[in-house]
């Protein structure tokens, strides 16, 4: 018999198209609240209270986690006693008068300009393939990063992409997101080309096919993404890791400070509110400041 936890879970799959990510983090995060509850005595659901709740909040606190690693827990569990509530499973709801913690706005690392032209430039095929990197490969890891940049794609959503998502007569790639939620989004011309070529690399692949393989032949993996995206750090000699949502913060800070409108940002990163979007703006903001700083003749005393 099913555990109302797992049954919780199976209705964020069905019901609210949860990704496999967020299915692994409720997962775990239930797991250790009811495990601390059961170190409470309350083991069943009926008895845990208001006064569990925050001494489970406070021992998170204890354990130094970051702040938004806390909220990230606490909304895990707020939402399976929202979810009990309305099923009828419990009569009270612990989280009722409780309020969440607000989330620190830390603003995404990005690249400027100048470096996501080093960063391409170094990862040209010409010049991976003078390391020796197989013929496809170097195809692919350029296509892969172009593609990221170009579109502002989450790692998943690059892993995910089949040949037939990507219209290369009109430019433009279908992307399945957060929450099985599908947008369309515009290719660069460059990214365009490197894809182009990287596909001319394989024996004409069906639509259905994934659009990027690993060295088997076989989907490439969201770590496979990750890793690519190391090498080519590495390619650039970049002094810091880069990850796919580093890119993805640049395509949309990028976009901003050239005068992309907020809205149209919105659509294309797939945000389901335009608050998630505003974040950049402060990153324009920072940006026009240090422009603003260095040219104007009596910004400083």
């Known amino acids: 018999m099913l555990s109302e936890a797992e049954k919780f879970l199976i209705y964020l799959k069905t019901e609210k198209n949860a990704s496999k990510h967020t299915l692994r983090a409720y997962n775990r995060d239930l ?132 040949v037939g998502d990507i219209d290369l007569f009109s430019g433009f790639v279908r992307i399945l ?38 060295n088997s032949g076989k989907a490439l993996g969201e770590a496979g993404v990750a890793f690519i995206i190391k090498k080519a750090a590495r390619r650039a000699r970049f002094a810091k890791n880069l990850n796919a949502h580093a890119l993805r913060h640049s395509f949309a800070t990028h976009l901003l400070n050239n005068g992309c409108d907020l809205r149209a940002l919105q659509e294309m990163l797939g945000h389901a509110n335009l608050a998630t979007t505003q974040i950049y703006t402060h990153v324009s903001m920072e940006h026009l400041k240090k422009v603003y700083e260095k040219f104007h003749p009596r910004a400083k005393k």
Not at 122 to 142: G, H, S, V
């Open 31 to 162: 797991a250790e609240f009811l495990s601390f509850c059961k170190s409470l005595k309350k083991q069943e659901l009926e008895k845990i209270d208001r006064l569990s709740v925050r001494a489970y909040s406070a021992s998170l606190s204890e354990r130094k986690l970051k702040k938004n690693t806390i909220i990230r827990k606490l909304a895990a569990v707020r939402s399976f006693f929202n979810y009990l509530y309305e099923k009828k499973v419990i009569d009270d709801n612990p989280f009722s008068l409780l309020t969440s913690p607000r989330k620190d706005k830390n603003l995404p690392r990005f690249l400027t300009e100048e470096e996501t032209e080093k960063l391409t430039s170094a990862n040209q095929p010409d010049k991976i393939l003078a390391r020796n990197l197989n013929y496809r490969q170097a195809f692919r890891d350029y296509a892969l990063l172009m593609l990221i940049y170009s579109c502002g794609l989450r790692r998943s959503e690059a892993a995910g992409l089949k």
């Open 177 to 214: 997101g957060k929450g099985m939620k599908e947008r369309i989004v515009p290719v660069g011309e460059n990214a365009l080309e490197a894809v182009k070529k990287y596909i001319e690399t394989r024996k004409n692949p069906a639509p259905s096919e994934p659009l990027f393989l690993n």
